[in-house]
């Protein structure tokens, strides 16, 4: 007799299991990545006579909500698991949009609830050859930021990615490695995190006027971690693909961007460059 699957919130507790079901799958995340995920999100799990066997958050950002971190094991596949765990983020979503980066696995599924195609993103990694250093304008200085400037930072990285980054980057900007913006005429007009994530450091998220600006604040925080792994997941028209496999960031996985509805857009004249990571957009 086949026992039911329990389904329910994930709590912290999860994340261990969660994070099990990661490294089967070869992902990098560390358990530190998903409980930051726990943290700013409201996911789900599947269990199957005691054991975590699937996992799915969804993580609102204003009149959006990001799902991401879908996964269902291997032994437990092709029994629905991975549609109902995407139904309770739907669910959890309205009446937010839902937007998502799909993985090559999961896009069927995402076709079939209604999901359409409306971008690229593309995985870029490795340890860089140092890029030359880009010569500041007259007017655009890239500096580190304070902790009084964070808002600012927040307000930029909305108008960037056209969500609501206050709770994720209320979580990340406290332990990240540096925060730098580029100032121009007095004030921000860009901002990049660098931070411990997966089998190294990411920079992103990466918002900006330009992508002089962007490659001028990305160099900076290069420069801070000479020889160490590092990872960037940009959206694949930003500009950067060259200059990042230029220098020795290869292209390492592609995913379509896919919404519910109409997608988010960014304002205020700052585009985003890098993403907070491929699960939160």
Partial sequence: MSHPYVYRTATAADMPAAHALSVHLKWPHREEDWAM???TSEGFVAEHEGQL?????ACHQGAYSSIGLVIVSDQHQ???I???LMNLCLDAAAPRTPILNATESGAPLYVSMGFVEYARIQQHQGVPHMPPVLAATRDALCREVTQAEYPQVIELANAGSG????????DLLPTAECVVGVEARGQLTGCALL?????GHLIG????????????MITHLLGL?????????ILADCGLVDWLEGMGLPCVDRAPRMVLGEPPQSRDGIAQFAMVTQAIG
């Fill in 225 to 233: 971690i000479p020889g160490a792994f590092v990872r960037f997941d």
């Fill in 37 to 39: 995920v726990q943290r």
């Fill in 163 to 170: 969500l609501d980054r206050t709770a994720v980057l209320n």
């Fill in 82 to 84: 991975g549609r109902q």
């Fill in 195 to 199: 931070r411990r994530f997966g089998r």
């Fill in 53 to 57: 066997v699937g996992v799915a958050f």
């Fill in 205 to 216: 998220p990466v918002v900006a006027q330009d992508l002089a600006q962007a490659k001028q």
């Fill in 78 to 80: 092709s029994k629905g």
